[in-house]
């Protein structure tokens, strides 16, 4: 697949995209959920060792395949990493799946009710080897916990500012500025972000597409005019802490939102299962976020 391949799949595809993008702060929770315990490794490159294995199981998996999984989205050492003998982003393609790259350095403290990205000098280096190893486009997130005007706008405008220095390197980004379900303000914080993103969408120079990233609103259908927006490419949703049953249920309430899901993609995989029983539960996980994402509830 060419650049305009993968871009035509994303934006009209039937199916939906694997988040497997697990970084430092999170990788020990991924790899306990997995079956393997932090006594199995000693360093930090035996952890990441482990969890790219893991990894590289899901992506050579005869199940994981752009039948059903348009895109994947990894982590920068996956990405640099190989599995069935092939550098990832050239795995993925192969399996007519699009790769995309977590770019974000995590999140700053807590203000004004939001968690602003963390600095980024070395994005430019990073969306230049991406590039070149064939990834179309990118991912970064933020977290909104309160309905806060001000700081909704901020994470909004930061995300959308790195968003053009995607677009400027060839590779489109995936914006995710995730509210967090938890959230006693989750209603007004939907709205509000809702209201900033069409600012800073109807303020994008040329023509260039975006992708959203967002968490299931508490209103079935609050995001339509993001769906239809003309400089969306694509709208995906997070399952942000809900269970796979659960996050299915409220993807099919949401037309024209496919899946993004990590945690409610992997859950049921282990370490220690046959790879039979890998595939098989690996399947079973696709075929039910590729259904709600694709047949809508009336």
Same mark, same amino acid.
């Given at each position: !697949?060419?650049?305009?391949?993968m871009?035509?799949?994303?934006?009209?595809?039937?199916? /939906?995209?694997?988040?497997?993008d697990q970084?430092g702060?999170s990788t020990?929770?991924?790899?306990?959920g997995?079956?393997?315990? &932090?006594?199995?490794w000693?360093t930090e490159?035996e952890m990441?060792?482990l969890i790219?294995d !893991?990894?590289?199981?899901?992506i050579?998996?005869?199940? /994981?395949s752009g039948?059903?999984?348009l895109g994947?989205?990894?982590?920068?050492r996956t990405m640099?990493?190989?599995a069935?003998?092939k550098?990832v982003p %050239?795995?993925?393609?192969e399996?007519?799946?699009v790769?995309?790259?977590?770019?974000?350095?995590?999140l &700053?403290?807590?203000?004004?009710?939001v968690?602003l990205?963390?600095p980024n000098?070395?994005?430019d280096t990073?969306?230049?080897?991406?590039?070149?190893?064939? #990834?179309?486009?990118?991912k &970064?997130?933020?977290?909104? $916990?309160?309905?806060n005007r001000?700081?909704i706008?901020?994470? #909004?405008?930061?995300?959308? &500012?790195?968003?053009r %220095?995607v677009?400027?390197?060839g590779?489109?980004?995936?914006i995710e500025?995730?509210v967090n379900?938890? =959230?006693p303000?989750?209603a007004?914080a939907d709205?509000?972000?809702l209201?900033?993103?069409l600012k $800073?969408?109807?303020a994008?120079p040329?023509?260039?597409?975006? !992708?959203?990233k967002?968490?299931?609103?508490?209103?079935?259908?609050?995001?339509d005019?993001l769906?239809?927006?003309?400089r #969306?490419?694509?709208?995906v949703?997070l =399952?942000?802490g809900?269970?796979r049953?659960e996050?299915?249920i409220?993807?099919?309430? $949401?037309?024209?939102?496919i899946?993004? /899901?990590?945690r409610?993609?992997?859950?049921?995989l282990?370490?220690?299962m046959?790879?039979e029983?890998?595939?098989a539960s690996?399947g079973?996980a696709?075929d039910e976020?590729?259904?709600a994402?694709t047949s809508?509830a009336a």
């Amino acid at each position: !697949m060419q650049f305009e391949d993968m871009k035509a799949k994303i934006e009209g595809g039937n199916g /939906f995209i694997a988040a497997l993008d697990q970084s430092g702060g999170s990788t020990p929770k991924a790899l306990k959920g997995y079956g393997i315990e &932090e006594d199995a490794w000693s360093t930090e490159e035996e952890m990441f060792g482990l969890i790219h294995d !893991m990894r590289s199981r899901i992506i050579t998996s005869p199940v /994981f395949s752009g039948e059903k999984v348009l895109g994947a989205i990894l982590f920068e050492r996956t990405m640099d990493g190989e599995a069935g003998g092939k550098s990832v982003p %050239q795995a993925l393609i192969e399996r007519g799946v699009v790769p995309f790259i977590k770019i974000d350095k995590g999140l &700053e403290d807590e203000a004004a009710g939001v968690q602003l990205m963390k600095p980024n000098p070395g994005l430019d280096t990073l969306l230049h080897r991406a590039k070149a190893l064939g #990834v179309f486009g990118t991912k &970064e997130r933020s977290v909104i $916990n309160l309905a806060n005007r001000e700081g909704i706008a901020a994470v #909004v405008r930061q995300q959308f &500012e790195v968003g053009r %220095q995607v677009l400027a390197a060839g590779l489109v980004p995936i914006i995710e500025p995730e509210v967090n379900i938890k =959230s006693p303000e989750r209603a007004e914080a939907d709205q509000i972000l809702l209201e900033e993103i069409l600012k $800073n969408l109807d303020a994008l120079p040329g023509d260039d597409k975006v !992708m959203l990233k967002l968490s299931l609103p508490t209103k079935a259908g609050l995001f339509d005019p993001l769906v239809d927006h003309p400089r #969306v490419l694509r709208v995906v949703a997070l =399952s942000g802490g809900f269970s796979r049953s659960e996050a299915c249920i409220e993807l099919a309430r $949401n037309r024209g939102i496919i899946a993004s /899901f990590s945690r409610a993609l992997l859950n049921d995989l282990r370490h220690q299962m046959s790879d039979e029983e890998f595939n098989a539960s690996l399947g079973e996980a696709i075929d039910e976020i590729h259904g709600a994402s694709t047949s809508k509830a009336a």
